[in-house]
């Protein structure tokens, strides 16, 4: 039973990639990361002696901390966040309760660093459709919520990318892109060992719409028309990405939860339709 300030690995796994999840923060000590150098997905490293830090980064935020093992360390920040009105809870089991529930663990040595500010930087072609619109969305559900995206032209990306630190992605001859007939939604998942099953269902979606194989899934054709609906909608890059944030979270939703629920039209009475 956990206690008050604590959340269950369960718990905490059913909002993992879902616009409800809390903030993560890992706060193992350098000994214990080199021994386990994994990340719940979406988490970001913090000295554990220092929460004061974060508090304007954290205000009005659910923050869900762990440590090795859910005790002093991550239970301690806890409490000092609380202090200052945040409102914060520990991971009952912190990162092994995690790794022992045989939950997927995100590969730390593959983010890039974070910018000045905090969060990393990734640049693409601009005017998204499909895979450069899932790729943000899979960035800041599962690898780094707090990641910006540069969209350029086509030309400039490489260029941009060095001159601004950025991590280019889903342009040809970079680590990020498509490899034979995957896409670069694909590359992040396998790259990071993102191996959820929902994640996999969305994966063949995307992969059908954004390589024109729409005969992999029928719910390619849906994806492609609201992504080529979208790009009509907006001419800003960033607001079309907002939407489509919110696109690509029912498709998740759907995926995880609802691919065995149908919708029929109700019958009237006699057995005719209503």
Known sequence: MPSPNQITVSQLARLIGTPAAPVLI????????????????????????????????????RVVVYCQKGRKLSQGFVALLRC????????????????????PRLRADLLPAPGAIGGTRWVTRHRPKVDRLACPWLIRRFIDPAASFLFVAPSEVLAVAEKFDATPFDVEDVFWSHRGDRCTFDTLIDEFGLEFDALARLATIVRAAD????????????????????????????????????????FFRWARDATDETHDWP????????
């Open 84 to 103: 200052h009105g945040i409102a914060a809870e520990s991971l009952e089991g912190g990162h092994f309760g995690w790794r022992d529930a045989g939950l």
């Open 267 to 274: 019958l009237a009475r006699d057995g005719g339709r209503t």
């Open 26 to 61: 890992d706060v193992r000590i350098d000994e214990d990361f080199e021994f386990d150098p994994d990340l719940v997905p979406g988490a970001f490293r913090h000295p554990h002696d220092s929460p004061e830090v974060l508090l304007d980064r954290l205000s009005g935020q």
């Open 211 to 250: 390589t024109n194989r729409l005969e992999l899934a029928p719910q390619a054709h849906g994806l492609l028309a609201a992504s080529l609906g979208l790009s009509r909608m907006y001419r800003d890059d960033i607001e079309m990405l907002d939407a489509g944030m919110t696109l690509y979270d029912a």
